[in-house]
Structure formats: structure tokens, C-alpha cells
């Protein structure tokens, strides 16, 4: 990760560039999660 975040200032990207973008992806992220637990509990087979 700190890989790209030095990319990431090499080519010119501010600190609250960066951090837009890793709420926008960690938003994302937790959507998945999210929708993947929904589908487990509507999977589940309740006697």
C-alpha cells in the first residue's frame, strides 16, 4: 500500500486526494461484505 501512495504523491495527488479515494474504496469494500453476508443469511435454512 505504501507503494502506491508514493506513486500516488509523485504524481501530484494531495493528502485529501488520497484519503477521498480510500473512504471511497473502503465504502465499497464494506458494500461487498455487506451484500455477500445478506446472501449467506437469506441462504440459510432455518428448521
Known amino acids: ?3 502506491y501512495f ?3 504523491k509523485e504524481n501530484g495527488l494531495t493528502d485529501d486526494e488520497i484519503g477521498a479515494v480510500q ?3 473502503m465504502g465499497v469494500s ?3 461484505i455487506r451484500a455477500q453476508f445478506r446472501q449467506v443469511r437469506e441462504n440459510i435454512d432455518y428448521d
Open 6 to 8: 508514493g506513486v500516488a
Open 30 to 32: 464494506a458494500g461487498r
Open 23 to 25: 473512504s471511497i474504496v
Open 1 to 3: 500500500m505504501e507503494h
